[in-house]
């Protein structure tokens, strides 16, 4: 699926124009987009979290030449599915006997 | 941000649109993106990032606190992996073409 199938959906389902469609799906990404550039997590019930962490500064190794380097302290997104979106993944098997914390935790900021 | 918030973001940036739409607008997203992964789909969102759904393999694993052991079954779920672009502004460098050699996704 990608960005093009989901526009197709609003279009279909939600009525709207192709082209108000495609503004809105766009718009939709770019504030998600510029949360997490600021560092704020996105939490979407039902779907999962996304998070900035901030990682410290490690060795590392090139892989292909051995060769150390050191890898900068850097900020990285995570994903974390949510339990439902997790459990729908696994409907028909025993997907929801699975012990998991707190992912769908209140959504107040 | 919550779901709630990014709904009231968008309606802000389109106030043509009707608030109780943009909510449609939004929950059809995730709910189109959720269909997708139940399907086994992998998306991919440009500029964002891609979506797959991975199959953990069935293992045997140890209840910590008895010590007895347990069948663990396979099961899938789903990997996000960030997009070049995204990746750079959640870092804060300056979105290059060049500096790093990764593939986008």
């Known amino acids: ?109 | 941000m919550t779901k709630s918030g990014l709904i009231e973001k968008v309606a802000e940036k389109t106030p043509h649109i009707s608030k109780k739409d943009t909510e449609v607008v939004v929950n059809t997203i995730f709910d189109a993106m959720t269909d997708a992964l139940r399907r086994g789909e992998r998306i991919e969102i440009r500029g964002f990032g891609s979506f797959q759904v991975k199959v953990r393999e069935a293992r045997d694993g140890r209840n910590p606190k008895t010590g007895e052991m347990v069948n663990i079954p396979a099961k899938r779920t789903p990997f996000f992996k960030v997009g070049k672009e995204l990746k750079e502004m959640v870092d804060g460098a300056p979105p290059s073409a060049a500096s790093k050699e990764e593939l986008s996704a």
Do not use: H, W
């Open chain 1, 1 to 109: 699926m990608t960005k093009a199938e989901i526009v197709e959906q609003i279009y279909e389902r939600v009525g709207f124009s192709k082209k108000e469609s495609a503004d809105l799906v766009e718009k939709v990404f770019d504030i998600i987009k510029d949360t997490l550039r600021d560092g704020e997590k996105v939490k979407i019930s039902g779907f999962g979290n996304f998070v900035v962490r901030e990682k410290n500064a490690r060795k590392g190794r090139n892989p292909q030449t051995g060769e150390e380097i050191v890898l900068e302290a850097r900020r990285v997104l995570t994903f974390k599915p949510s339990l439902v979106l997790k459990n729908l993944l696994n409907e028909g098997s025993a997907g929801d006997a699975f012990d998991d914390d707190s992912d769908d935790e209140a959504d107040d900021e």
